[in-house]
């Protein structure tokens, strides 16, 4: 398990755009990763996944808006996040795992950031 770093939150108004990145430290290769959310009040859920072969999955919720995407020369996470609205602030969690099985959003995830701020404003 390693600490994950993510960076990119902040606020945005209706309708715009962020990028959100993550990288583990050092040169840990994670064959899985994904982006998790967790509005106030509600449970934590996830938005999607990437693995080392870039196959993928996301939400209903952000199919057509948001893209899940990582460079391997940079060991690197991103979720650019496109026409945002409300219902999408929340904390943004990167998570991942070296584990080589399924990468879907339901699997365990071995190690996580702290969290990036998402906030979206009318």
């Known amino acids: 398990q390693v600490r994950l770093q993510e960076s990119g939150g902040g606020p945005v108004q209706s309708g715009g755009s962020l990028r959100l990145s993550c990288a583990p430290p050092?040169?840990?290769?994670?064959?899985?990763m994904a982006w998790f959310r967790q509005a106030p009040g509600k449970e934590r859920e996830g938005v999607a996944t990437i693995n080392s072969f870039s196959i993928t999955t996301s939400a209903d919720s952000v199919k057509g808006r948001f893209t899940i995407s990582r460079d391997n020369a940079k060991n690197t996470l991103y979720l650019q996040m496109n026409s945002l609205q409300p219902e999408d602030s929340g904390m943004y969690y990167c998570?991942?795992?070296?584990?080589?099985?399924?990468?879907?959003?339901?699997?365990?995830?071995?190690?996580w950031g702290q969290g990036t701020q998402v906030t979206v404003f009318s």
């Open positions: 050092g040169s840990y290769v994670m064959f899985c």
């Open positions: 998570a991942a795992d070296i584990g080589r099985v399924a990468c879907y959003m339901g699997r365990t995830f071995g190690s």
